[in-house]
């Protein structure tokens, strides 16, 4: 990125020169951050997925369990 020119270009746009300079060191870090701790949308699909997976397994006897005492409570009644 040629911060010269970025800064040139918003000075002309009417920022001052720290200020000119303040946003291109924010974009400039923004492009050379670690990217790998970004989060995708495939990563989250997959998180998503999983979760759904895992209520499942968590819901699904729970609701029979609650089924099954219904019917009881039913026939004592």
Known sequence: ????????RLKEAGFTDTQAE????????AREMDRDDLVTKNF???????????????????MVGQV?????????L
Do not use: N, S
Request: cysteine-free; aromatic content about 4%.
């Open 22 to 29: 303040v946003v291109t060191d924010i974009v400039r870090d």
């Open 44 to 62: 989250l699909k997959a998180e998503l997925a999983e979760f759904k997976a895992d209520l499942l397994k968590w819901l699904l006897p729970m």
């Open 68 to 76: 099954a005492l219904t019917a009881a409570l039913v026939k004592l």
């Open 1 to 8: 990125m040629d911060t010269h020119r970025v800064v040139k």
